[in-house]
Structure formats: structure tokens, C-alpha cells
């Protein structure tokens, strides 16, 4: 957030003119009220006006030598730095074709010459005051839009924790799976930054996606929760009837996010990943997945991404049925499901990284199941 301004310190008038006598005619009239910087050409007016801190309001002479105030008026403007200084024109000049020229030019008044010390109060005064005015404003909007960033943080660290808490709520069905949501989650991150200047994918690997990505992760086994625990929990390899129905926790999972739309009235970037990788995280590349047997590119990127962090995650684990393989061991078994399980572009990416899905594995290891870095 950028400083503040000082609603209590004095405001700065800056006094552009080259006549002594009239230089000492205003900062007397000002000084009291505000603090006063001197220019006696505008060169140094230039100067002065872009050095911090900058003045409040500007008294410009018009008749000057070298540069007078209309020119000196036109770089002020031009510079967006000094470009919102209030100016207003001091000169002997009285014809109304000049004061135009000086309003064209984006003077906020003129004041004839000699000057009047009551109306020139007055005016320093109005000016000042619609300065001190903006200020307030811009530092209300500065604190609103502070208020309104740290409520949208605590709102985003608060949707953070119920999708983790719904994600745990599937996880804790199969109690030996512990940080897997954490891993496949980091898993799947890692492997879109790695992707994110790949022709293929740049188009939908932003920054802001894959954040998204990042996010919807844990949530792609939600649909366990209603899978009947006989066949969750089965320790012995599933019947083909018992596998339908394991089948079908893709189904419950993408029928939850749908639920959540419709309660909503809307969709997003968000839901629909969520949708995607619940749904579509075990289909294979060569269509011999499920829950529609679909191929290639018909597959959701996001739900490509999921099945190899899905995969590797499940082969390095210890699982009822199974157990845990070593890093080494997981990667030979996945290079062999290139261009079958996986799409060969993301698992190539997948091998390129796999140190860095190691480093993961180990920072969110389990006690027991997970087999250490060798």
C-alpha cells in the first residue's frame, strides 16, 4: 500500500516569478499558512515542482524570461509526475484571450496583477483545500481497497481449508492415504509450470490456472464418499462387480461439483477444473480408462495432469494391497505407460521433473508408508 498523505503537515506552495519584489510580496502574504519554495525561472520551476516532495499549488508568473509561464505551464502538464499540481497564473496581462490561454493550458484560475492579498488568500485557499479533499479521498480508497484485499485473503484462506476439509473428508475413508491430497496437489503444480511454455499447453497454463489447478487438486477422490466401505476398504483385489462399482466414485465426484453449481447459479475456472479432474482422472490416454472410455486430447488437460500425479503418488505409497515402491521402481513403471496411460508430451515433462516430485514426496511423506530418498 503507498504512503499516505500528512492531512497535518503544511502545505507547500511553490512561487514562480522573476521579480524580487514580487517573490517577497507572496511568500509574506503565505508563509504563515504554508511552507514556500521559490522559483525565479521555469527551469528551476521544472525542477523543483518534480523533486519529493513535490508542491501542492503552483503560482506561475506568465511573463518570464527564456521560458515563460505558458511553456513552463505546458512541461508541467506533460510530465505525469507534476501533471495534477493546481496552477494558478499571476500576470499583468488582462485581456480575456490570456486568461483563456492559461485555463486552456490546465491552470485551475488567474489572478491579475497587482494582486489583491484578501483574493489571493482566498483563492490559494480554495485551491488548497480541493488538494486536501483529493487526498482524503485517495486515502480512503487506499484504506477501502486494503480492507477489501485482507477480507478477500481471509475469504480465499477460508475457501482453502473447506476444500482441504472436504478433501479430508474423502481421504479419511481409506486411512492409509494420509498426505496424499497435499502431494498430488504440489505433484500437479509443479508438472503445469514445467508445461506452461509448451506449445501445446501454454494457451491454458496460466499463472492464474494453475493456481486453480493447484487448488481443485485435492479434491479428485471426493467421490469415495460413497463408495460402500467393503469395497473401499477391501484388502484383496476387487471382483469385476466390485470395480463397476469403485468406478463410479468419479461419477459421485464430478455429481458433487455439479451440486455446488447449481446451488451457486453460476460456474467458474475453478468448479469446472474441479469438475474436470473428479470426473476424468482415470481415463488413459490410449481410451481404455473410465468413466467414458475417452482418448487423447478428449481427455480435460487438467484431468491428464491429475492421472500422472495420481499414479506416481499410488505407486510410491503403501497401500493395503500393496506395497510401497521406490521412487526408482515408480519411474521405470511409469515411462512405460507413455502414449498408453498418459499423454507422452506430459510424461516426458513428468521425467524431466521427477526429482522434483521426489522432493515433494519426501516433504509430505507419511511416517511409515512412504519409502524414504535413497
Not at 511553490?14 to 510580496?25: M, Q
Not at 515563460?68 to 480575456?96: H, W
Not at 506416481?312 to 507413455?338: C, N
Request: net charge negative; aromatic share 6%; glycine share 4%.
Amino acid at each position: 500500500m503507498s504512503e499516505m498523505f500528512d492531512h497535518n503537515a503544511k502545505q507547500v506552495v511553490l512561487i514562480v516569478d522573476d521579480t524580487p519584489d514580487n517573490i517577497s510580496l507572496l511568500s509574506g502574504l503565505l508563509k504563515d499558512q504554508y511552507k514556500i519554495k521559490i522559483a525565479t525561472n521555469g527551469l528551476k520551476a521544472l525542477q523543483i515542482a518534480s523533486s519529493l516532495p513535490g508542491p501542492d499549488l503552483i503560482l506561475l508568473d506568465v511573463m518570464m524570461p527564456e521560458m515563460d509561464g505558458y511553456e513552463t505551464c505546458r512541461r508541467l502538464k506533460a510530465d505525469p509526475a507534476t501533471a495534477d499540481i493546481p496552477i494558478i497564473f499571476l500576470t499583468a496581462k488582462s485581456q480575456v484571450q490570456d486568461e483563456e490561454m492559461g485555463l486552456r493550458l490546465g491552470a485551475v484560475d488567474y489572478i491579475s496583477k497587482p494582486i489583491s492579498p484578501p483574493i489571493v488568500l482566498a483563492r490559494v485557499a480554495t485551491q488548497l483545500n480541493l488538494v486536501r479533499a483529493r487526498h482524503l479521498l485517495q486515502d480512503q480508497n487506499k484504506h477501502l481497497e486494503s480492507l477489501v484485499q485482507d477480507r478477500t485473503r481471509k475469504l480465499g484462506k477460508m475457501q482453502d481449508a473447506i476444500i482441504m476439509a472436504m478433501a479430508s473428508l474423502a481421504e479419511t475413508r481409506d486411512n492409509e492415504t494420509g498426505n496424499h491430497i497435499r502431494r498430488t496437489q504440489n505433484y500437479v503444480a509443479a508438472l503445469a509450470r514445467k508445461l506452461q511454455n509448451h506449445p501445446r499447453f501454454h494457451a491454458e497454463l496460466t499463472d492464474e490456472n494453475i493456481e486453480l489447478l493447484y487448488k481443485s487438486a485435492p479434491l479428485h477422490d471426493i467421490g469415495k464418499v460413497g463408495i460402500p466401505d467393503n469395497i473401499l476398504l477391501k484388502p484383496d483385489k476387487l471382483t469385476s462387480e466390485e470395480f463397476e462399482v469403485m468406478k463410479l466414485h468419479t461419477v459421485y465426484g464430478r455429481e458433487t461439483i455439479i451440486s455446488v453449481e447449481t446451488y451457486l447459479g453460476e460456474s467458474n475456472e475453478f468448479l469446472q477444473f474441479a469438475r474436470e479432474i473428479t470426473y476424468s482422472h482415470q481415463e488413459k490416454w490410449d481410451g481404455s480408462g473410465y468413466p467414458e472410455n475417452l482418448a487423447g486430447d478428449a481427455i480435460p488437460l487438467s484431468a491428464r495432469l491429475m492421472a500422472v500425479a495420481d499414479v506416481y503418488d499410488a505407486l510410491i505409497s503403501k497401500r493395503v494391497y500393496k506395497p510401497a515402491f521406490s521412487h526408482e521402481e515408480a519411474i521405470d513403471i511409469m515411462r512405460k505407460g507413455s502414449g498408453s496411460h498418459f499423454d507422452p508430451d506430459i510424461l516426458e515433462a513428468f521425467l524431466q521433473i521427477s526429482d522434483e516430485f521426489n522432493q515433494i514426496a519426501h516433504q509430505f511423506r507419511e511416517s511409515e508408508s512412504y519409502v524414504p530418498i535413497n
